[in-house]
């Protein structure tokens, strides 16, 4: 079992950053490809940036390709998603996910990830 704690979100304006972080505990966070996703009211859930097990691989939604970056630190089983010129559409409760990959498997699909956290709202305002 693997627990996750989202922390970070809040209120910002338009054009501004926030730092996003999800700490694991449990088991063996280096054996974890993780992943962000978010969900905005009456919308489905949406893959936003993902991140290997090691080497640093990553992949991002075309949305916020260029404005987030995501990275881990396996030593503090931490992954973070960097988020730079927010936009009011980017407005959503935002998920950490973990998937049992392999060592350079970016997972993008929700199916991919086996252990969700509870979210964190992010919320932008125009």
């Known amino acids: 079992q693997v627990q996750l704690v989202e922390s970070g979100g809040g209120l910002v304006q338009a054009g501004g950053s926030l730092r996003l972080s999800c700490v694991a505990s449990g088991r063996t966070f280096s054996t974890y490809g993780m992943g962000w996703f978010r969900q905005a009211p009456g919308k489905e859930r949406e893959f936003v940036a993902a991140i290997s097990r090691s080497h640093g691989r990553t992949d991002y939604a075309a949305s916020v390709k260029g404005r987030f970056t995501i990275s881990r630190d396996n030593a503090k089983a931490t992954v973070y998603l960097r988020m730079n010129s927010l936009k009011p559409e980017d407005t959503a409760v935002y998920s950490c996910?973990?998937?049992?990959?392999?060592?350079?498997?970016?997972?993008?699909?929700?199916?991919?990830?086996?252990?969700w956290g509870q979210g964190t709202q992010v919320t932008v305002s125009s």
């Open positions: 996910a973990a998937g049992s990959t392999s060592l350079l498997t970016v997972p993008r699909g929700e199916n991919e990830y086996d252990y």
